[in-house]
């Protein structure tokens, strides 16, 4: 080895990896280069009141005294509070969607299981079922359970509200039928 090649250590990735961090860190993370370490902790605070926010109630809500509205208000007007709190709310939504899509897709696969077992459970009765016990309202008891079933395992019953399509077959279950 020469003595112009380097050798990497684990303080020189540690800088790197570091440097690459704060790089990647957004407009609400990071203190600006002239923004004061007090004029950063404020912001955060600001930052932290929600879509609701103002520098009069965070003041208050933090126990500010009101003689500092003046250095606030000119930090949040040259260190663009407002710009950066509008990033992290934008941020912040983006993530509480990411969560609840992610929650979804989590409750609809447990759903599916519950009714692949239920579907395996029915099958398993469908099958000890004698026809010649079976009377009309118990069949069409089963077809409409069927049919419920299917509407929701293929979110049709969302779309309830809509008329049928041309060709589609519409099947209407009514009391006054019982029995007939």
Do not use: H
Not at 37 to 55: E, T, W
Request: charged fraction near 35%; include cysteine; aromatic fraction near 8%.
């Amino acid at each position: 080895m020469g003595e112009k090649d380097t050798v990497e250590t684990s303080a020189n990735i540690n800088s790197e990896l570091n440097s690459e961090k704060t790089e990647a860190l957004q407009s609400w993370e990071k203190r600006l280069s002239s923004e004061p370490p007090k004029a950063f902790k404020a912001f955060c605070l600001f930052r932290a009141m929600g879509y609701k926010r103002s520098i009069k109630a965070c003041m208050e809500m933090n126990g500010i005294e009101p003689k500092k509205y003046g250095s606030w208000a000119r930090y949040a007007r040259l260190y663009r509070w407002n710009e950066r709190a509008a990033a992290y709310d934008e941020y912040i939504a983006k993530e509480t969607e990411r969560e609840l899509l992610a929650e979804r897709v989590e409750r609809r696969k447990r759903q599916m299981e519950m009714l692949n077992g239920f579907d395996e459970l029915v099958a398993k009765r469908l099958k000890t079922l004698e026809p010649e016990k079976l009377d009309a309202d118990g069949a069409m008891d089963l077809l409409e359970r069927s049919a419920k079933l299917d509407s929701f395992i293929t979110g049709a019953d969302k779309e309830a509200g809509k008329a049928p399509v041309q060709g589609e077959l519409a099947i209407s279950f009514v009391d006054s039928f019982k029995g007939v």
